[in-house]
């Protein structure tokens, strides 16, 4: 079935600085990937999202990139801030449901 | 308006016992997904519901797990016989409609603890 991997496990960044996580899928046949934060103890929320028909979509200091080739897609987080710190989670969806395969999950710290 | 909404939000119980969790969906999203969270580990989806069609249970993890969704809105997530590995936060996501690219907007979750 479809998997997602997801590196690295946990990022440590001085504020300021950018953040790039990177994902792999096996389904060629994904066509959907969102990207979720969550803070400790809430809800994941819906940061970025793209879709196979383009490489790359930007959203103020979030930007996210699709190599569809090589099956992986990375989040771009730029000048870094404290409250940018979560745990960030990538999905891919290739079925008619809509049903998410998620990566493991990487925990950022910024450095104030 | 209001968000995806879970309940409750803990519920500790011993183990061999049934739990049933509840999500209502945002208004007006005809799509609903169970996933599951285990302690520093990503989300694994559980079930699909979609309008009238029939659920997609491909990701529900033995028998003991069923979920229903009853006039198209909210749904009951329910465990029976309760396991110690069954510990995670069940987490409920709605979207307008079903299919791919649909952005899925989650709830709070429940996290179920098995004594």
């Known amino acids: 079935g479809e998997n997602v991997e997801q590196h690295p496990s946990t990022l440590s960044v001085q504020e300021g600085d950018s953040a790039v996580i990177k994902c792999t899928y096996s389904?060629?046949?994904?066509?959907?990937f969102p990207w979720y934060k969550q803070e400790l103890g809430k809800r994941p929320q819906l940061i970025i999202d793209?879709?196979?028909?383009?490489g790359e979509k930007k959203d103020q200091r979030i930007a996210v990139t699709l190599n569809k080739t090589a099956k992986h897609f990375s989040l771009h987080i730029t000048e870094t801030q404290p409250e940018d710190s979560a745990v960030y989670f990538c999905?891919?969806?290739?079925?008619?449901?809509?049903?998410?395969?998620f990566g493991q999950g990487t925990t950022l710290q910024v450095k104030p | 308006g209001a968000g995806v909404s879970q309940s409750p939000s803990n519920k500790v119980t011993e183990k061999g016992k049934d739990v049933e969790l509840r999500c209502d969906p945002i208004s007006g999203h005809t799509a609903l997904y169970w996933y599951r969270q285990s302690l520093g580990q990503g989300l694994e989806f559980l079930i699909y519901?979609?309008?009238?069609?029939?659920?997609?249970k491909s990701g529900l993890p033995s028998d003991r797990f069923s979920a229903e969704r009853t006039g198209g809105s909210v749904s009951t997530l329910t465990i029976q016989r309760t396991q110690q590995e069954d510990s995670a936060v069940y987490l409920c996501?709605?979207?307008?409609?079903?299919?791919?690219?649909?952005?899925?907007?989650f709830g709070d979750g429940t996290r179920l603890s098995i004594l």
């Open positions: 793209i879709r196979s028909n383009v």
């Open positions: 389904d060629s046949a994904s066509n959907y």
């Open positions: 999905a891919a969806s290739s079925s008619n449901t809509g049903k998410l395969i």
């Open positions: 996501a709605s979207s307008l409609a079903g299919g791919v690219g649909q952005p899925q907007h």
């Open positions: 519901f979609q309008g009238n069609s029939a659920p997609d």
